[in-house]
């Protein structure tokens, strides 16, 4: 269904700047996420900010679920229809609205109107795991929503979402580039990323300030235990602290200038590097030079 204002107006769904709130007009884009997470009829996928339900729409199609009452659809019938597949996520209330409507008869769908913060994604489904993830990220509760989608690693399978392009640049970055930092190493504790496409703001309804990107990121296996994951997670945030200074000045609060010396050394890190040009590997080398010196209980 193509979005217009025309549209928007005369139901009362007319985004509001206000709630930071940019609809996606562009079908291709549309396409190109729906393709990115690789929707299966057998997956539960999470939608975060369904809005008027464009990317709603294709992937109930892909799963074989839909009803769409704007092309007087009929939903599919048979003993698996009631499995929750789709939950779509949404706090305006108008949206919410249209989406129970338009969808109705969408087999397997559910609309929840509720702060994307205050959920508990394992409990959304029949199983707690491979949920796959898709949404258009608010800029201004992107950091918030990406640390929750860290955390939740264990119910999720794959994340495709669209951020505001600096930081979906942060979220591929690799040591050494310029968008590299605290945010980007979160992610390489449990994802695999990479860019599906750069989105330019005239696409969006309203207009936004600034370009978007559309990132997919896929789970991989732990790198660590969870608490040597919460360990390591406070140096680094102490390394990251100051961008630009060197590492022998940004933790100095985790030892000693003899200790952090003698654990850089073990960990193959120069002292007088940065923390955004150190990779992961090298980090968890300083983790158990630090876990001899000092170990965890």
């Known amino acids: 269904m193509q979005i217009t204002r025309t549209f928007l107006r005369?139901?009362?769904?007319?985004?509001?700047?206000?709630?930071?709130?940019?609809?996606?007009?562009?079908?291709?884009?549309?396409?190109?996420?729906?393709?990115?997470?690789?929707?299966?009829p057998d997956d539960r996928v999470l939608e975060i900010g369904a809005g008027c339900g464009a990317l709603?729409?294709?992937?109930?199609?892909?799963?074989?679920?839909?009803?769409?009452?704007?092309?007087?659809?009929?939903?599919?019938?048979g003993p698996d229809r009631e499995r929750t597949s789709l939950?779509?996520?949404?706090?305006?209330?108008r949206y919410v609205r249209y989406l129970r409507d338009r969808f109705k008869g969408s087999s397997g769908?559910?609309?929840?109107?509720?702060?994307?913060?205050?959920?508990?994604?394992?409990?959304?489904?029949?199983?707690?795991?491979?949920?796959?993830?898709?949404?258009?990220?608010?800029?201004?509760?992107s950091g918030p929503i990406l640390r929750m989608l860290f955390d939740d690693h264990a119910s999720i399978s794959d994340i495709v979402i669209m951020l505001q392009k600096e930081v979906g640049m942060r979220i591929v970055s690799q040591p050494g580039d310029r968008y590299f930092g605290l945010l980007s190493i979160m992610r390489m504790l449990h994802y695999d990323a990479h860019m599906v496409r750069h989105v330019d703001r005239g696409l969006f309804?309203?207009?936004?300030?600034?370009?978007?990107?559309?990132?997919?990121?896929?789970?991989?296996?732990?790198?660590?235990?969870a608490g040597d994951e919460q360990v390591l997670l406070g140096i680094l945030k102490r390394a990251f602290g100051a961008r630009r200074k060197m590492i022998k000045n940004t933790l100095r609060a985790v030892g000693s200038a003899q200790e952090?010396?003698?654990?850089?050394?073990?960990?193959?890190?120069?002292?007088?590097?940065?923390?955004?040009?150190?990779?992961?590997?090298?980090?968890?080398?300083?983790?158990?030079?630090?876990?001899?010196a000092r170990p965890i209980r």
């Open 205 to 225: 309804m309203p207009v936004p300030k600034v370009d978007s990107t559309v990132v997919r990121m896929h789970v991989h296996g732990p790198l660590l235990s």
């Open 56 to 77: 709603t729409g294709r992937i109930l199609e892909r799963l074989g679920r839909a009803a769409d009452r704007t092309h007087g659809e009929v939903g599919p019938q």
């Open 260 to 292: 952090i010396e003698r654990w850089c050394a073990d960990a193959g890190i120069d002292m007088g590097d940065r923390a955004e040009n150190i990779d992961m590997d090298r980090w968890i080398r300083f983790l158990g030079a630090y876990k001899n």
């Open 10 to 40: 005369e139901h009362g769904l007319l985004p509001r700047k206000s709630a930071a709130q940019y609809l996606l007009t562009d079908d291709a884009v549309i396409d190109d996420i729906v393709g990115a997470l690789d929707v299966r």
């Open 87 to 93: 939950v779509s996520v949404e706090i305006d209330e």
């Open 109 to 141: 769908f559910k609309v929840i109107r509720q702060d994307v913060l205050g959920l508990d994604i394992a409990m959304l489904f029949d199983r707690a795991d491979g949920i796959k993830v898709v949404g258009n990220i608010p800029y201004y509760i």
